[in-house]
């Protein structure tokens, strides 16, 4: 078995890492196989990267031929039992399955019991299309973000590289091997600026920071109303990104962004849940409790159904996707959009805009 030990000098990563976990409990994984399927292939190298003292750390076990597969799982849990948190790109898939299939091929009593797990693949992927990327491989994500490799082997060159150097080893290809492994482990720190897009939808901690009307005219020439919302996001984005959805604008850069959203001002209807306590005046297309309209003549008045149980009420209001804001108001009793009224003590509520802008922004990624 061969191992290699690097210390990282003049590195960092822009991404705080303490909003995964303590520093010091966090382990970064990668592994290296001759194949995808543990029953027919090997396993030839575990890379992992660490912190240690305020500086970042490499070290990979490989085996030298293929009967040493025990003895680098051997020593990768030796070494990770101090570790609470492993941090890995599609581990969830591929890493640690093929790993557990592997120790219960070769009877070792290790697991990964006791670890806590962290796949940046999976936090990202959901957001591919809104990062408009083709896929969510790790090189793919280390060309957007701009990261430059020294390796220029694929995973699958290695697979032959490492058959030839179990026939007949040399430096070079031993070289090139953990060469790939490494940078695979640096790549994975290097790309962790891409959680700030996860954080962005996920930590409902976007802060509104200033709210304003704003007048514009559409390609019409009809004057329109929107909302500018500024705000201050959870982890500083590491490009700035544009999105829209259901007429709403999103644009991110660094720590601040801007969200516009439509104000419709317009009669809308509010619905009451509990209609059979109401008559509808087809007259004055309203509702009304029985306690009021039993004193309307019987030829004025219908028994309320769920459809025409309903107030009217003209005023500017913004659409939600969800019942967030109550009350809630529709165009009509079968229509999907519900809004909320811009009331004047709602434009006070700055709370209550950051909790608007989450609720905004998980439409948009949803809608991606």
Not at 103 to 110: D, G, R, V
Not at 157 to 164: F, R
Not at 165 to 184: G, I, Q, R
Request: proline residues 4%; neutral net charge.
């Amino acid at each position: 078995m061969k191992k290699s030990e690097e210390t990282l000098e003049d590195f960092a990563i822009s991404y705080p890492l303490d909003k995964l976990a303590p520093l010091e409990q966090v382990l970064f994984l990668d592994i290296e196989t001759t194949g995808f399927t543990s029953r027919t292939s090997y396993l030839y190298m575990i890379g992992c990267a660490y912190n240690r003292a305020g500086k970042w750390h490499t070290i990979q076990w490989m085996a030298e031929d293929y009967a040493q597969e025990g003895a680098i799982l051997t020593a990768f849990f030796d070494f990770a039992r101090s570790y609470k948190y492993l941090v890995h790109f599609n581990g969830n898939n591929f890493d640690l399955p093929f790993i557990s299939q592997k120790c219960a091929q070769l009877m070792l009593p290790f697991s990964f019991e006791g670890f806590q797990g962290i796949d940046i693949y999976r936090r990202i992927s959901p957001y591919k299309f809104f990062l408009k990327l083709p896929n969510c491989k790790q090189k793919t994500l280390e060309q957007y973000l701009g990261i430059a490799r020294t390796d220029v082997f694929s995973g699958g060159e290695l697979i032959g590289l490492y058959h030839d150097y179990v026939k007949n080893p040399s430096e070079f290809t031993e070289k090139a091997l953990f060469l790939h492994n490494a940078d695979d482990l640096k790549g994975m720190l290097e790309v962790l600026p891409i959680l700030a897009y996860y954080d962005l939808f996920n930590e409902n901690c976007v802060k509104a920071k200033k709210v304003q009307a704003n007048y514009y005219k559409d390609m019409h020439g009809a004057q329109r109303k929107e909302l500018l919302i500024t705000l201050q996001i959870p982890t500083p984005l590491p490009k700035p990104i544009t999105a829209s959805a259901g007429n709403c604008y999103f644009r991110g850069e660094g720590e601040s962004a801007t969200l516009k959203v439509p104000i419709y001002e317009e009669e809308l209807k509010y619905f009451y849940s509990n209609y059979k306590d109401y008559y509808y005046l087809p007259t004055e297309d309203v509702a009304l409790h029985k306690s009021v309209a039993g004193f309307v003549d019987k030829e004025h008045r219908l028994q309320a159904s769920a459809a025409n149980c309903y107030t009217r009420k003209f005023s500017c209001y913004l659409p939600q996707w969800d019942i967030l804001f109550t009350p809630f108001f529709k165009r009509d009793y079968k229509s999907k959009e519900l809004f909320f009224e811009l009331t004047d003590e709602m434009k006070k509520n700055r709370e209550g805009f950051s909790r608007y802008a989450n609720h905004v922004l998980s439409m948009i990624a949803a809608t991606y």
